[in-house]
């Protein structure tokens, strides 16, 4: 259900972004996300919620494409860079320890927007 | 036609939140005031530990709720019968407050009471372990209730409300016998997604816990007014 919200997010950061290019003159072709693996967000749904929130809109004809980030961690005590898994408790593999550092999964943006000017 | 521009902008899709957070946040220092956003799933006890928590805590400290809820005042009710400010925040379908919503909840309270006089405002967010992890409020702390019925996974089932926590007070810990629960098992698994978080183990029938929980709260409430 977050998801809506997110789209609402989403299109509230489009309008504020458009505002600034002159939204009569453009269509939005693309909006570029990147999702972390490790945020609340299911990439299938996000689309699915905006294609059905848009309809008759101005990003009517636009689409989403999302590029996934993975969810990738630190060993605190050895430093090397690890995927953490669920099934071993996010511990690093190398050392088993805990998960301390996020290195990158925890992204939640939009990346760049694909417009043309009328 | 021209062709497609590319404009790399590498925007936060919750900007808009995030913004409306810091606004919130600004308005707590301003105001001299902690908040504390309770988060959990449906059902660990959240109004039960403000209930108890708070009969105490208004002694010592000055205390203000926004109790969010999806559809009814029910918990509203309950703690405004403590004497307290409350003002209810019905989300209606959001499944979160947000930081719109608490901006709202915060103008109603400012019409019942100067806060000023407040030294804690303690939200409860609405029942549920995935949303409200991902949309700041403007809080200064975060608390995730887990009750042990819920089962020792949880913090692996749902990391992000658990790794984005504070504290992790672990609730109805007088069921223990009766469960066929590792509490161990839990708290290994909560060290292993957020390993930074406090974590205190409550009961709001034995009331085991909750003077580390108030100490808790006041060592809080104590380095944030120096």
Redesign the interface.
Known sequence: ??E???TK??I??ME??AEK?NKEKIIV?KIN?KIGE????EPISLINTFNAAVLGSWLDSSEITIETIPFEGKCSKCNRSYFPK?EN???SPCCNF???EIISGRE??????????? | MHLPISDKIELNILHQNSHQAEKNKVKFNNYNLLCLNIMSSPGAGKTRLLEITLEDLSIEFQSAVLEGDMTTNLDAARLEKLNIPVVPITTGRACHLDANMVSGGLKLLEKKINPHILDILLVENVGNLVCPAEFEIGEHFKVALLSITEGEDKPLKYPIMFREADLILITKVDLLPHLNFDINELKSNISSTNPKADVIEISSITKSGFDLWKKWISKKIMKFKK
């Open positions: 259900m977050h809506v919200d997110m997010c989403l509230l950061s504020e972004w290019k072709e996300l490790f945020t609340c967000v669920k408790g996010y511990k805990n998960l301390e939640l943006k939009i990346a760049s927007i694909d417009f043309k000017e009328k």
